[in-house]
């Protein structure tokens, strides 16, 4: 069965970092795109970034330009979320996302179970 485990959430201060992780199992995961997500309480789950296959181009949310980067290791199928400059508008649950294809496609194929992200002013 293919699993998600992400890590690294936690309580940080504005202006701080986190680097969130993300390890799949069950199968190879290069030729999937791979992203994260995140949804605050009462609002809409938001693509954050997503990460191609193979040429490893990238996508973010308008939101977290200049301030996220992602990154993926396909020999260890684990997809990295560096986050830096955090706001407290970056508050919510974090979900590791994987779908088949790039990150053009329409549909997340597996979810992680979620990392709470919390930054105080």
């Known amino acids: 069965q293919v699993q998600l485990v992400e890590s690294g959430g936690g309580l940080v201060q504005a202006g701080g970092s986190l680097r969130l992780s993300c390890a799949a199992s069950g199968r190879t995961f290069s030729r999937d795109r791979m992203g994260w997500f995140r949804q605050a309480p009462g609002k809409e789950r938001e693509r954050v970034s997503c990460?191609?296959?193979?040429?490893?181009?990238?996508s973010y949310a308008d939101s977290v330009k200049g301030r996220f980067t992602i990154s993926r290791d396909n020999a260890k199928n684990t997809v990295y979320l560096q986050m830096n400059s955090l706001k407290p508008e970056d508050t919510a649950v974090y979900y590791c996302?994987?779908?088949?294809?790039?990150?053009?496609?329409?549909?997340?194929?597996?979810w992680g179970q979620g990392t709470q992200v919390t930054v105080s002013s």
């Open positions: 996302a994987v779908g088949v294809g790039s990150c053009d496609g329409l549909y997340t194929d597996y």
């Open positions: 990460i191609n296959t193979k040429d490893y181009t990238t």
